[in-house]
C-alpha cells in the first residue's frame, strides 16, 4: 500500500481510528464481567428485578402501576397496529417546552428468559426513579417523561408519539433518550440507520461495523459539542465526564426524534466491549450491570 493511499484511508477516519481501536482495545483489556457496584435488590432501582422476567404486555402494565403517583399525570398514546402504547408523563406543575427524559420499554425478544437488562431494562428503571423522585418534589420545572413501545419494531413508539404531539400542540425542547445504559461513564452517540463504529473508505464513503456486518451509511450526522452547543453543553455541564462520540453511532427512538427536527441526543454506556456483547444477546443480564452507570443516567433526570 502506497503512502498517498495510506493517509488517504487514515486522515479521515483519524477520530473513528481513535474511537473504534484505542477505546474498544481499552475497554477489552479491561472488562471484567463482574459488576463492580451490582445492582442493590433493595435500592433506588430494585425494579430492574421485576421487569427483567416480564414479557411485555406485563411490562406494561407493571409501568402503569408504577406510574399511578401523586403529581404525576399520566398519557396513554396508542401506536398504530400495536397493543403497546407510549405512556407520557408530566408533573401537576411542568411548563412548556418540554425537557423530555424518553427510554424504550418493549424487549426485543418477547421471552421471560431474555432479560434485555441493558436494552432497555435499565434505563426504564432509571426513569421509574427519576419518576418517582420528581412526582414526591411535586415541582419538576419543564422535565417530563416518556416511554416508548414498539422501538424494537422500527420505532414506532417514538414515531406515535412525535404524531401526538403535533396533533395536541405540545412544546418539546428537546429530548435526551437513553438506551443501553449499564457499565463505565454515559456516552452521546450519533444517531444513524447503521450502529457501529464508522469508518470512511476512499472513493467509497462512510461504512459502519457492527461487530457483525459492514455496511455503508448515507448522511451520517456528526456529534460536535461545537455544533449542538445548547444541549449536548448543557449536558457536559450537568455530567464533565460524559463523553462525547463522533464516530461510534447508534440506532433507535432518537433517530425518529432527530428526523423529525426536534433537538436530540442519544445516550448509552460507553464501555464497547460490554455492548458488544451484550446488545441483542440473551448475555444481557442484571448481574453485568454496574449501579454507578445507572446513578449518572439518574443523575442527569433529577439534577444530582
Known amino acids: ?16 481510528l481513535y474511537e473504534g481501536v484505542f477505546f474498544y482495545l481499552r475497554d477489552v483489556v479491561t472488562y471484567d464481567p463482574r459488576a463492580v457496584k451490582p445492582i442493590d435488590p433493595a435500592g433506588r432501582y430494585a425494579s430492574l428485578y421485576d421487569l427483567i422476567h416480564l414479557k411485555n404486555v406485563e411490562r406494561l402494565a407493571y409501568l402503569q402501576r408504577r406510574l399511578d403517583l401523586p403529581n404525576a399525570q399520566v398519557v396513554q398514546i396508542a401506536i398504530p397496529q400495536s397493543q403497546f402504547p407510549d405512556l407520557f408523563v408530566r408533573f401537576g406543575k411542568t411548563a412548556e417546552p418540554y425537557t ?48 416508548t413501545g414498539e422501538e424494537e419494531t422500527g420505532m414506532r413508539g417514538a414515531a406515535a408519539f412525535v404524531e401526538h404531539a403535533r396533533a395536541h400542540g405540545i412544546a418539546i425542547r428537546e429530548i435526551v433518550n437513553f438506551d443501553n445504559l449499564g457499565r463505565g461513564k454515559l456516552a452521546i452517540r450519533p444517531s444513524a440507520e447503521i450502529p457501529g463504529y464508522v469508518f470512511t473508505l476512499p472513493l467509497y ?99 444530582e
Open 1 to 16: 500500500m502506497s503512502l498517498a493511499v495510506l493517509a488517504a484511508f487514515i486522515l479521515p477516519n483519524a477520530r473513528s
Open 100 to 147: 423530555i427524559f424518553s427510554a424504550h420499554y418493549d424487549k426485543l425478544h418477547d421471552d421471560p428468559d431474555y432479560q434485555g437488562a441493558s436494552d432497555n431494562t435499565a434505563a426504564v428503571s432509571v426513569l421509574l426513579a427519576s419518576v418517582a423522585e420528581w412526582a414526591r418534589r411535586g415541582d419538576a420545572g419543564n422535565r417530563a417523561f416518556l416511554f
Open 205 to 303: 464513503g462512510d461504512v459502519a461495523y457492527d461487530g457483525r456486518t459492514l455496511r455503508r451509511v448515507e448522511n451520517l450526522r456528526k456529534v460536535d459539542p461545537r455544533a449542538n452547543p445548547r444541549l449536548t453543553q448543557a449536558l457536559l455541564r450537568a455530567q464533565p465526564d460524559l463523553v462525547v462520540y463522533e464516530r461510534f453511532t447508534a440506532r433507535g427512538d432518537s433517530n425518529v426524534f432527530e428526523a423529525n427536527g426536534i433537538d436530540t441526543v442519544a445516550i448509552s454506556g460507553d464501555d464497547m466491549r460490554y455492548l458488544e456483547l451484550t446488545w441483542h444477546t440473551y448475555a444481557d443480564r442484571v448481574e453485568l450491570l454496574d449501579e454507578r452507570n445507572l446513578d449518572r443516567a439518574y443523575g442527569l433526570m433529577v439534577g
